[in-house]
């Protein structure tokens, strides 16, 4: 294999693990800290400490970019977000 080519294969590889999207969740005057702190764990796989921080960026800031990642893994997660009531869309 060239020199170019091994450039070429390591740019693929590396352009697929960075992400290029994110997931913001947005404030709402609906849902309780606990219900997002929850859901941020179950569905994002936040642990405790991260979901908090989120939830409470969320309610001071307004929104939160919780999670970086692939367009494809991102939109499962921002469907079960809004299916548990919460506002979230993908960047």
Do not use: P
């Not at 290029?20 to 969740?25: D, E």
């Not at 969320?58 to 919460?86: D, T, Y």
């Amino acid at each position: 294999m060239g020199e170019r080519t091994e450039i070429q294969e390591k740019r693929k590889v590396l352009e697929k693990t960075v992400s290029k999207h994110c997931l913001v969740l947005y404030n709402d005057d609906v849902n309780t800290f606990d219900h997002v702190i929850n859901c941020l764990i179950r569905i994002c796989s936040h642990e405790l400490l991260q979901a908090e921080q989120c939830a409470w960026l969320v309610h001071q800031k307004g929104r939160c970019k919780v999670k970086n990642g692939s367009i494809k893994e991102l939109r499962v997660m921002c469907e079960a977000l809004l299916e548990n009531g919460l506002t979230a869309q993908i960047e």
